[in-house]
């Protein structure tokens, strides 16, 4: 946002330099980001200075040149060579000095010298306006009517000293500050001075009868909406000073009625449209939300459907403008325009954000209007600018139109000393927190010991809340005013969650990190063909997008495989085919329930495999990834989230060739295995890949960072083997399950630490060698407890797994 320091100078008194100006403006939130003078004619007539022509004689070597001495404020008169017709002695004149570099109308610059003129010496040059810049006549020097000393600089005679343009990087919640206007409201919280707006007294309404008549269909949209009528102006060129603004702060000036609009909006931070009221068709100004498709045609010359919940200001025959964002080129201004129709509304910010995004506009207009105007403000702006209108282009002022049927209240918040005192880190007077209070334009409606009940203007759409109230108080007492303490603290009033997921993220990505797994990040936007190949995995419908970029990407993808599998193939078909990636990401899936479809979007931590563990070196082959590598990765990664009595099944998911799932209540927690080669074909990957997919929600509800700590067993564990020969059929987990359940009170656990299957076995049969430890942790185990136990436990798996107890 650009703010001219000149103008910003109309609403309170500033006596800093820009750039110290620009410190303050930083320190209480308004960065800015940058300075530059704006000269209000080239080289901004430095070195040119109001002189007095002491004496004038003839030269007596040249009949058209003559030969003055002049008062220049140097100390000294100097003599001056002159050829104008008009210079005489006692005129009050425009001096250029020897070193100064002058700009003229037409032709190259070039720099006063010392000189000889057919003899005679010559110490600068009085001017005439085309010399300088300002004109084009070369008729005569410039005679001044004036009482300056000599030697003012002759800019301030003419009033074209230089401007600066002040560039603040405004943030999205600092809507109140778009305008020299909100600047000001910030001066004078930090100085205490006065702000000085427009004078509105000489406003006259009736002086001619309005014939537009305004109606508001859409309150909702538009709570407020103020409108005048202004007959027989005259629409010219803007004069200098409104031109000169407008230049600083980066806006083309078009024509006095327009530049009126934008120095509304820009000033007091309040947009505003002027109709051609002629080209109002049946006289009639409707505030209203067209249906859908319906046409207009804005300021660009481009013919635009709306959205059917666009609102738009119409007339008889349709709309003329989209509320709060453009104009319409039909009803605009132009240069035979007579009458005319001010419109200065409040209209919901949402609204104006939804529209100004569904046909990709961003003006002055909408910039503001989004984020949040001032519904108090439209009668003031719009005085300020008809009173403008009659100044600078004529015309007899109608009646005002104000149509603010519920009017907006303003914010009651209630604020706790300790709460202030405790955010701060420093206990502030109560006395100077009403003071800046006051200072903000928030009202102090009530108070007591221990609290302030306070009353937010509207406009400051950002604070409601205690905590946006004392940032408030802070960003005006000064950040640099808080002293460090001796213990370096911080405190809320919010509660936070205890399980911070954006912290458990860090966590998860540093035990990754450290095991030379590398994050991707890919894009949830994918082709249509990925999801097609995910279908027989996933449940739920797919999310399309209403304006796809291209038919390409053009879906949000229904799982992360893929997204990692592109990634894999990009690097190995460069020669890189050791790769370890994770990626926290988002899938998507439409789903239809009896009120209707909705989109459920799912956090997912995705972990790729493939290639060899390490590089091959002098003392150690290579060795492949393995899919017992990365079922050790899964179960470090939920040992390090505290999620143990899982249970596990094989996956049944078309994802993979073969896997597991482990199932956490219930509910599957992550699913892992070796990559389907069908999908690696799609994704041109030309090696074995292994994937696990972890349901991040559930991971994050899952964990609990309490740690529990248990005694040391006082007695020994026993262990015991079994070699178990059984169907081919049966699984590792189905020997666990029946164990746990055989023996709930000594069985502490249950490994693998061999499988055969050869032609010592019978067919169709494979054994397991199998470890239990016993555990009693109230007393030592006996052989004859331990016996029983076993004995238990082979009953079992000979009477439900049919297995032969080899010993």
Known sequence: MKISYNQLKTLIKIDQSPEELGKILTSTGLEVEGIEKIEQVEGGLEGVVIGEVKTCEKHPDADKLNLTTVDAGQGELLNIVCGAPNVAAGQKVIVALIGAKLYPTEGEPFVIKKSKIRGAASEGMLCAEDEIGLGHSHAGIMVLDTDLPNGTPAIKYLDLEPDYMIEIGLTPNRADAASHFGVARDIKAVSGETIVLPDTSSFVAGETKGSIEVSVENNTDCPRFCGLEIRGVEVKESPEWLKAFLRTIGVNSINNIVDITNYICHYLGQPMHIFDADQIDGKQLIVKTPEKDTLVTTLDGTERKLSGYDLAICNASGPMAIAGVFGGINSGVKAETKNIFLEVAYFNPAAVRKTASFHGLKTDASFRYERGTDPNMPPFAIKVAALLVKELAGGQIADIIDVYPDPVQDFEITLKYKNINRLIGKTLDAGLIRKILESLDIKVVSEDAET????????????????????????????????????????????????????????????????????????????????????????????????????????????????????????????????????????????????????????????????????????????????????????????????????????????????????????????????????????????????????????????????KFTEIPKYPEVRRDLSLVVDKAVKFSQIEALASSAERKLLKSVNLFDIYEGDKLEAGKKAYAVSFTLLDEEKTLNDTLIDKTMQRLMGAFEKELGAIIRK
């Open 452 to 707: 302030l009940k306070v009353n937010v203007p509207p406009y400051r759409v950002d604070v409601q809340r205690e905590a946006d109230v004392i940032e408030e108080i802070l960003r005006i007492y000064g950040f640099e005013n808080v002293e460090e303490s001796a213990y370096l603290q911080s405190d809320f009033i919010s509660n936070f969650p205890v399980n911070d997921p954006d912290d458990l993220k860090i966590r998860l990505s540093e035990l990754l990190s450290s095991r030379s797994f590398h994050e991707i990040q890919t894009l949830s936007i994918v082709k249509p063909s990925e999801n097609q190949a995910l279908k027989e995995s996933v449940k739920g419908g797919e999310v399309k997008l209403l304006n796809p970029l291209s038919e390409e990407l053009s879906v949000m993808r229904q799982g992360l495989l893929f997204s990692g599998l592109n990634a894999l193939a990009y690097n190995i078909n460069r020669r890189s085919r050791d790769l370890k990636f994770f990626e926290f990401g988002r899938s998507y899936h439409r789903q239809v329930t009896d009120q209707g479809s909705k989109i459920k979007e799912s956090k997912v931590l995705g972990v790729w495999l493939t290639g060899n563990k390490n590089a091959e070196t002098w003392k150690s082959k290579s060795e492949s990834v393995s899919f017992y590598d990365l079922s050790e990765l899964v179960k470090v990664i939920l040992e390090s989230m505290k999620i143990s009595g899982f249970k596990t099944s094989e996956t049944q998911s078309s994802l993979f060739e073969y896997g597991v799932s482990y199932l956490y209540k219930n509910k599957e927690i992550v699913s892992f295995g070796s990559v389907h080669p069908s999908n690696l074909k799609f994704a041109d990957v030309k090696q074995q890949v292994f994937y696990a997919e972890f349901d991040w929600d559930l991971l994050t509800k899952s964990y609990t960072p309490e740690v």
